[in-house]
């Protein structure tokens, strides 16, 4: 174990049968610690032991990446995963949800739930007597925050404020870019924004970002791509349609048009910046195939690493460490 990890592990195991249903209910100790349990699990220099333990998915939208990088994390911790999908549980059948998540706590150790409102997940958490994990809502998406930022930490290190890392997010103020407000805001990270008008993030979530940031690092919301990208280390984008907007495409793609991550948009970046994107990406559309396809891009080292915040999380949710 590192020196600074031990020093930090208290901050963790005090979040030990809690609930992650927002990217600020960790604190910037416990963030910056999750991320280091995560980059030591990854490099092989620590391993946790959740045998005979098992976490519930409750899906209610598609998933590839979190359904699979949640299912793979508890195995390789030595524990299991049920999948509980609505389509073949009472859950789809209207079952309240306060007598599922009081029966699925004597069965299980946590639930990981993907759904629309994030006042169900809320709901979810109140009833359970277990951990309850935001595996994404309509509102916020902290597991993804979490590998995004462990990503920028690769490719530049750790940032600390006072004129550190910038990570542009172009597009949808969603549930995505609620999410790594909070986290970058936590992390010391300047994070801008840029979306059409219209598409701006939730303004309680931006106070919150700056409330958390104080004066480490500067949130900033702009309708103006250029603006936002410039001199950024780190690039983002999501679809410009989240699940359960797809009747919105046309309208959506109409007023986002000049907000494409392109090869444009990449050449206001600093030179070494970087490329990320949570995925599915529509190429094209959000992000041009060049530059997803690009030297930039990390696209993919983003993915793998949900694998790794995903088992330090459930390492201290569950009381591994
Ligand atoms: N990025 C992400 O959450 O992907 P999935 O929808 O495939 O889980
Ligand atoms: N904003 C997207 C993220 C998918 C991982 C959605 O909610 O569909």
């Known amino acids: 174990m590192s020196p600074q990890l031990a020093s930090v592990l208290p901050s963790l195991a005090a979040l030990r049968g809690h609930d992650l249903l927002s990217s600020a209910d960790l604190s910037r100790e416990q963030t910056f610690a999750l991320l280091q349990l995560a980059a030591e699990l990854k490099s092989g ?116 404020g006072q004129g550190g890392l910038t990570l542009a997010y172009v597009g949808d103020g969603n549930n995505v870019a609620h999410s790594l407000l909070l986290t970058g805001a936590l992390l010391g990270v300047n994070v801008r924004i840029g979306c059409p008008s219209g598409f701006e993030p939730d303004p309680a979530l931006v106070e919150r970002a700056r409330a958390l940031a104080g004066e480490r690092s500067a949130i900033v919301v702009t309708h103006d791509p250029v603006a936002a990208v410039r001199g950024a280390q780190a690039l983002y984008t999501d679809v410009w349609a989240s699940m359960g907007q797809e009747g ?18 990449l050449a206001e970046a600093d030179a070494r910046a970087i490329v990320l994107h949570c995925l599915p990406a529509h190429r094209g559309e959000e992000i041009s195939a060049g530059v997803i396809e690009g030297s930039a891009s990390r696209v993919f080292d983003q993915a793998e690493n949900r694998l790794h915040v995903q088992q330090a999380l459930l390492a201290v949710l569950l009381g591994g460490l």
Request: charged share 20%.
């Open 45 to 160: 220099e620590r391993c946790i032991d959740l045998r005979g333990k098992t976490l519930g998915l409750i899906f209610t939208k598609a998933s590839t990446r979190t359904r699979v990088s949640f299912t793979v994390a508890m195995a390789r911790l030595g524990g299991q995963t049920v999948d509980l999908n609505p389509s073949v549980t009472q859950v789809g059948r209207g079952e309240p949800v306060a007598d599922t998540a009081r029966v699925l706590s004597r069965y299980m150790d946590a639930l990981a739930i993907r759904t629309f409102a994030q006042d169900e997940l809320a709901e979810y958490a109140h009833w359970a007597t277990i951990p309850v994990i935001n595996a994404l809502t309509d509102l916020e998406h902290p597991c993804q925050a979490l590998a995004d930022l462990l990503t920028v930490q690769e490719a530049f290190g750790v940032s600390d």
């Open 248 to 265: 919105e495409q046309a309208q959506r793609e109409a007023a986002f048009q000049g907000f494409c991550l392109d090869e444009a948009l």
